[in-house]
């Protein structure tokens, strides 16, 4: 990790935004937030071509990829999916991995994320490490959690902006998106 002279594209598109940033040599130097209504696959190239274009690069000088994996929308997910894998096909581009989840995470947290349908993902966090699974929860169950850890921060969806991306590069796991398999946390029922 951390090249020399790198240039990275961080992408993150659990939600309902596109959330992209440029990072040379280990700064951000550009962000792009997008708001989308249900139609991410529409403009994620678009968004990606005017964010590389703002910064005046083409996609062969991305070397390597910062992505937020899950647990999220499951069409977001696979969205950062597929352009990690045909961004590594084509280029040698090295692709790192952080659960959103662990990218807001605090030292002692119950780091959240909306799972729709009044529902939560939920990992708790003590010294900065995970201390439980990724959980679905319901939002009714939330009070229980918020009890057994009581002198923890609750940080639900925490915004994606430069200083929490900043913060936490090192954090992110070389993977081979190959062989990566999105997990899926809702039951089919």
């Not at 696979?78 to 040698?92: E, M, Q, V, Y």
């Not at 009044?118 to 939002?139: E, F, G, H, R, S």
Request: aromatic share 8%; hydrophobic share 40%; glycine share 2%.
């Amino acid at each position: 990790m951390f090249k020399k002279n790198n240039t990275a594209l961080f992408i993150e598109t659990l939600g309902t935004n596109i959330n992209l940033m440029i990072i040379k040599n280990h700064q951000v130097i550009k962000t792009l937030i997008e708001p989308t209504n249900q139609d991410m696959i529409e403009h994620i190239i678009d968004k990606i071509d005017t964010i590389l274009k703002a910064c005046s690069l083409k996609s062969e000088d991305i070397n390597e990829i910062y992505w937020v994996s899950q647990p999220g929308l499951y069409t977001g997910m696979r969205i950062g999916s597929l352009i990690c894998k045909a961004w590594s096909t084509n280029k040698a581009t090295s692709i790192y991995e952080i659960s959103r989840l662990k990218l807001q995470a605090t030292s002692n947290c119950l780091s959240l994320s909306d799972a729709k349908g009044n529902k939560y993902y939920l990992q708790v966090y003590q010294n900065n490490k995970p201390i439980t699974d990724v959980m679905l929860i319901d939002a009714n169950e939330l009070e229980t959690y918020k009890n057994k850890y009581l002198n923890y921060e609750v940080i639900i969806d925490a915004p994606i902006d430069v200083a929490l991306v900043s913060n936490k590069l090192k954090a992110f796991k070389k993977i081979n998106i190959d062989k990566y398999h999105l997990p899926y946390f809702k039951s089919a029922c």
